[in-house]
């Protein structure tokens, strides 16, 4: 984010549908795993995943949940099952 052409580094966030998405497209990444791993446990059990986990530890979890994030990593979990095909050819 930025504020009079200063970029704010203490909000960067790694986005759990970014992380979904990468890992199911190169599942054998070392860096798309690692990113997986930071991000599978981000999850409400009665509203979604959460949108993602900030950089910096002081500010935990972004906690917000919104449709766009879940509909993406469903949809990456949906190709990893169908053996990393996508729904249309």
Do not use: C
């Not at 970014?18 to 497209?25: D, G, K, N, V």
């Not at 409400?44 to 002081?58: C, F, P, Q, T, V």
């Not at 949940?65 to 996508?86: F, Q």
């Amino acid at each position: 984010m930025k504020i009079h052409n200063f970029a704010n580094h203490y909000l960067r966030f790694v986005s759990t549908k970014a992380a979904f998405s990468w890992f199911a497209l190169m599942p054998n990444d070392p860096y798309t795993k690692t990113l997986r791993d930071f991000a599978q446990n981000l999850a409400d059990k009665n509203r979604g995943y959460l949108s993602g986990r900030y950089e910096n530890h002081k500010l935990g979890v972004n906690a917000s949940v919104d449709v766009n994030t879940n509909a993406i990593v469903l949809e990456s979990l949906l190709y990893k099952a169908r053996g990393r095909h996508p729904l249309a050819d």
